[in-house]
């Protein structure tokens, strides 16, 4: 996959996609990213990337000329049919691991990272494919999302994790979230691994697992309940 990423401040990535499994991604040719700034499409006297909201208001919002420009030189550049556009911005739809699985499917995402109060509409309307919020907070630019959004889909690309780090046991894959884990020592001052991880008996452990990861999700997002995939035994252990 090739990612695009459209920022004014290129040097906030530095080096987050040079370590664990982003890095291994790019060795192993499966995860291709590089960064363009709008700001060399922006051919007025100061290089200017924002302006004033017409109608008043406070803050300045991203002119259209330099992102148009700038995802135009991307696309002609890089040739890619599979291609989806994606602006992050708090207003966008709350990103998921549904999410994440789905952007994986594609041979580019061109990031857009917005600044200052916004986007002028017109990118919005004209060049996203889709809009993507990682939460209900807002941030002071649309990079930290993006480096989010990034690690999110890269880990999910064939070839990236290895065997030991398989997708389908991570929270939120099967709709609700990850049981817990434990490693040596067996005790730890007095603080035991529990009994059943032990016993060596693997259906006993498979059915711990399957109710301890209810609990979590029961007790920190019973909203992921109302959508997951639950079987008559998870219901009844739900209601015990
Ligand atoms: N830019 C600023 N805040 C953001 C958020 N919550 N999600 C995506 N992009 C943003």
Not at 38 to 57: C, E, I, L, S
Not at 200 to 211: F, L, T, V
Not at 218 to 239: G, H, M, Q, V
């Amino acid at each position: 996959m090739r990612i695009d990423i459209l920022s004014l401040f290129p040097e906030m990535f530095g080096g987050v996609f040079g370590a664990s499994i982003t890095k291994r991604a790019i060795e192993k040719n499966i995860l291709d990213i590089a960064i363009t700034n709008p700001r060399d499409f922006a051919f007025n006297k100061h290089n200017q990337v924002d302006d004033t909201p017409y109608g008043g208001g406070a803050g300045m919002v991203m002119k259209p000329e330099p992102i148009f420009r700038a995802i135009k030189s991307v696309k002609e550049k890089t040739q890619i049919e599979n291609s989806r556009v994606v602006i992050m911005c708090p207003t966008g739809k709350t990103f998921n691991q549904q999410k994440a699985i789905e952007l994986a499917k594609y041979d580019q995402l061109i990031f857009i990272c917005g600044h200052y109060e916004g986007y002028d509409n017109r990118i919005v309307q004209n060049l996203a494919d889709e809009i993507i919020s990682i939460g209900d907070y807002v941030l002071t630019g649309g990079e930290l999302a993006c480096m989010v959004v990034v690690d999110a889909v890269s880990r999910m690309l064939p070839g990236v994790l290895g065997s030991g780090e398989s997708a389908p046991t991570d929270s939120f894959y099967n709709g609700i979230l990850e049981y817990p884990q434990y490693t040596k020592p067996r005790e730890y001052h007095g603080l035991k691994v529990p009994e059943v991880l032990l016993s060596g008996d693997h259906a006993k452990i498979a059915k711990w697992r399957r109710q301890e990861a209810l609990r979590t999700t029961f007790n920190n997002r019973p909203d992921l309940l109302k959508t997951a995939d639950l079987s008559k035994e998870d219901k009844i252990f739900l209601a015990s």
